[in-house]
């Protein structure tokens, strides 16, 4: 499977993945990425993130693939800085954020559109806070959701993990249509376009990019990735995986986030590979 390495394209999701605790690329795993690709293969990323927050990171590495961006709703190709496939939540899903919101009054979020992370001010809470200071952003603040274009890529709600617990079993009762849910973080809960994953991204990418003669390999370590890693030919997870998503992959590394996972997933495909010599 890794014998060509200018067959394989290496997709990771970022947070508790590729990147660290403290959200700055470990010297390790940048050096691997760097090998890998000067060796022949491509490198991606996959992320909850959008655009803005994401971005940040593209001076520290090379992107040569495009990338999957808002837990699958956008296929983004940086080098020409276009959208390449695009799915955006109902109409319908600006009431069940409404609902969300009235029924839970600590509870923070934010509304990702392509330009723009949109939070309305009444819903810039401590943990929504921490998270625009996490992902280095500038948000748009508005009074209302009304005020947020329609072309909504997700919504993100972030409070205490045991309030997250009390929204998702009020989300559960509601059995809202044309829209799925998924945890992305103990302390995040989202709310996606139906069927919309970073899994159902990748399938998307094979189509429009005409890569089936390739590899795809994922990491990933929280179950928004978990469809991801399913959909990949090969996957890897840190050791500070959830136990669903250590269940799906076909190696749990021994190391974590913070002890340069990736490097070494990206040392075990270039020692099966034909150029493990040049290592």
Same mark, same amino acid.
């Given at each position: 499977?890794?014998?060509?390495?200018?067959?394989?394209?290496?997709?990771?999701?970022?947070?508790?993945?590729?990147?660290?605790?403290?959200?700055?690329?470990? +010297?390790?795993?940048?050096?691997?990425? +760097?090998?890998? $690709?000067?060796?022949?293969?491509?490198?991606?990323?996959?992320?909850?993130?959008?655009? $803005?927050?994401? $971005?940040?990171?593209? /001076?520290?590495?090379?992107?040569?693939?495009?990338?999957?961006?808002?837990?699958?709703?956008?296929?983004?190709?940086?080098?020409?800085?276009?959208?390449?496939?695009?799915?955006?939540?109902?109409?319908?899903?600006?009431?069940?954020?409404?609902?969300?919101?009235?029924?839970?009054?600590?509870?923070?979020?934010?509304?990702?559109?392509?330009?723009?992370?949109?939070?309305?001010?009444?819903?810039?809470?401590?943990?929504?806070?921490?998270?625009?200071?996490?992902?280095?952003?500038?948000?748009?603040?508005?009074?209302?959701?009304?005020?947020?274009?329609?072309?909504?890529?997700?919504?993100?709600?972030?409070?205490?993990?045991?309030?997250?617990?009390?929204?998702?079993?009020?989300?559960?009762?509601?059995?809202?249509?044309?829209?799925?849910?998924?945890?992305?973080?103990?302390?995040?809960? /989202?709310?996606?376009? $139906?069927?919309?994953? +970073?899994?159902?991204?990748?399938?998307?990418?094979?189509?429009?990019?005409?890569?089936?003669?390739?590899?795809?390999?994922?990491?990933?370590?929280?179950?928004?990735? !978990?469809?991801?890693?399913?959909?990949?030919?090969?996957?890897?997870?840190?050791?500070?995986?959830?136990?669903?998503?250590?269940?799906?992959?076909?190696?749990?590394?021994?190391?974590?986030?913070? /002890?340069?996972?990736?490097?070494?997933?990206?040392?075990? !495909?270039?020692?099966?590979?034909?150029?493990?010599?040049?290592?």
């Amino acid at each position: 499977m890794f014998e060509d390495i200018s067959k394989i394209i290496f997709i990771t999701d970022m947070d508790g993945t590729f990147l660290p605790t403290n959200k700055i690329p470990s +010297k390790k795993n940048l050096e691997a990425v +760097k090998k890998f $690709q000067e060796l022949g293969g491509r490198f991606s990323i996959a992320t909850g993130r959008g655009l $803005q927050a994401a $971005q940040q990171y593209f /001076e520290s590495f090379t992107i040569d693939f495009p990338i999957v961006l808002c837990n699958g709703g956008l296929v983004y190709d940086l080098n020409n800085k276009k959208s390449i496939y695009d799915v955006f939540l109902p109409e319908i899903s600006k009431n069940y954020a409404e609902e969300i919101f009235d029924e839970f009054d600590s509870l923070g979020g934010e509304v990702l559109t392509i330009d723009h992370v949109n939070i309305p001010e009444s819903r810039f809470t401590p943990t929504e806070v921490r998270h625009v200071e996490i992902c280095k952003v500038k948000p748009n603040f508005v009074d209302t959701l009304d005020d947020i274009s329609d072309d909504w890529y997700k919504v993100l709600f972030c409070d205490t993990i045991e309030n997250i617990d009390k929204v998702i079993e009020f989300v559960k009762s509601k059995n809202y249509v044309n829209v799925d849910f998924v945890r992305s973080a103990p302390i995040y809960y /989202e709310m996606l376009p $139906q069927n919309i994953t +970073k899994g159902s991204a990748i399938t998307k990418i094979r189509e429009l990019c005409d890569i089936n003669d390739c590899v795809i390999v994922a990491a990933g370590d929280f179950n928004n990735d !978990i469809e991801m890693l399913k959909n990949a030919d090969f996957s890897f997870c840190p050791s500070n995986s959830t136990d669903d998503v250590k269940s799906v992959c076909d190696v749990v590394l021994e190391n974590s986030c913070d /002890e340069d996972a990736i490097a070494v997933a990206i040392e075990y !495909i270039i020692s099966k590979s034909n150029n493990s010599s040049e290592v």
